[in-house]
C-alpha cells in the first residue's frame, strides 16, 4: 500500500531564503507525482508534474526532482518570498489501473517578511 | 473556462439532516473526483468518476454517502443523514483522460454538521 510522507509537518522562514520540502513515498512503482499548493480556506493548485520518466521539472522559482528508486521528491522554492507562504502537498499516482492520487499531508510554510 | 465549480462554499447543518453538495467540472474533462479534506486525515479520496460512471467508491465511508453524476457537466455528493464526524472540506476535482493525468481542483465546500 502507497504512503506518502512529508517532512517537515511545518516550516518558518526569513524572506529570501531558499528552501527545500521534502516528500517520500513507499511504493516506487509510480505513474506520477505532483506538488500541489494549498492557500488557507482554498482549493489547491497544481505547481509542477513529474512523470516516472523524467527526473524534474521546473516552473519560474519553483524547482522539482524525483528519484524513483530511493522513494524520494524535493521541491526546491528560490529566493522564498511572503507570497509562497502556504502549505505544499506531494501527491502520487500509482502505475498500473490504479488512477487514485496518494496524498501526503503536506507542509505548511510561512515566509516572514 | 472559469474552473471547477463547486457549491455551496459554506454549509452548516444540524446533524441528521441531507446534505447535498454539487460540482461543475471544467468542460472537457472526463474524470471526476471527489475528495475530504481534515486535519487529522488530509486528503481522502471518496470516489471518483470516468466518463460519468464511478470507477472506485472504496473510498466512501459509509452507506450514508452517495454520489451521482448524471452528465458530464455535473455531479453531486450526498450525505443522508449528516453526522458531526462528516464536518470537513469537501473538493471535487477534474481532469482529462484515462489516467487523469492533471487535477484540478474546486474551491472547495467547507462543511459544518452540528
Known amino acids: 500500500k502507497q504512503e506518502v510522507t512529508q517532512i517537515p509537518a511545518a516550516l518558518s522562514v526569513p524572506e529570501g531564503e531558499n528552501l527545500v520540502l521534502n516528500c517520500s513515498f513507499t511504493?516506487?512503482?509510480?505513474?506520477?507525482l505532483q506538488w500541489f499548493r494549498q492557500d488557507p480556506g482554498k482549493g489547491l493548485t497544481s505547481l509542477l508534474l513529474?512523470?516516472?520518466s523524467q527526473r524534474e521539472q521546473t516552473s519560474g522559482r519553483l524547482n522539482a526532482s524525483l528519484d524513483k528508486s530511493s522513494g524520494r521528491s524535493t521541491l526546491y522554492i528560490a529566493a522564498s518570498q511572503p507570497g509562497d507562504s502556504a502549505t505544499y502537498l506531494c501527491?502520487?499516482?500509482?502505475?498500473?489501473?490504479?488512477?487514485?492520487?496518494?496524498w501526503g499531508l503536506g507542509t505548511s510554510l510561512a515566509v516572514n517578511p | 473556462d472559469a474552473g471547477v465549480i463547486q457549491s455551496p462554499r459554506h454549509e452548516v447543518t444540524e446533524m441528521g439532516q441531507e446534505v447535498t453538495l454539487r460540482c461543475k467540472p471544467i468542460?472537457?474533462?472526463?474524470?471526476l473526483f471527489w475528495y475530504r479534506q481534515t486535519m487529522m486525515r488530509g486528503l481522502e479520496l471518496l470516489i471518483y468518476?470516468?466518463?460519468?460512471?464511478?470507477?472506485?467508491d472504496s473510498g466512501m465511508p459509509e452507506d450514508r454517502f452517495s454520489a451521482k453524476m448524471p452528465n458530464a457537466s455535473f455531479s453531486t455528493l450526498k450525505i443522508q443523514p449528516s453526522e458531526p464526524r462528516d464536518s470537513a472540506v469537501y473538493f471535487c476535482?477534474?481532469?482529462?483522460?484515462?489516467?487523469?493525468?492533471?487535477?484540478?481542483f474546486g474551491q472547495g465546500t467547507r462543511l459544518t454538521v452540528v
Open positions: 468518476f470516468n466518463n460519468n460512471v464511478p470507477i472506485d
Open positions: 501527491a502520487v499516482k500509482g502505475a498500473g489501473n490504479n488512477r487514485k492520487l496518494i
Open positions: 468542460s472537457g474533462h472526463n474524470s
Open positions: 476535482a477534474s481532469s482529462y483522460g484515462d489516467r487523469g493525468t492533471e487535477a484540478f
Open positions: 513529474i512523470q516516472s
Open positions: 511504493d516506487s512503482a509510480i505513474y506520477n
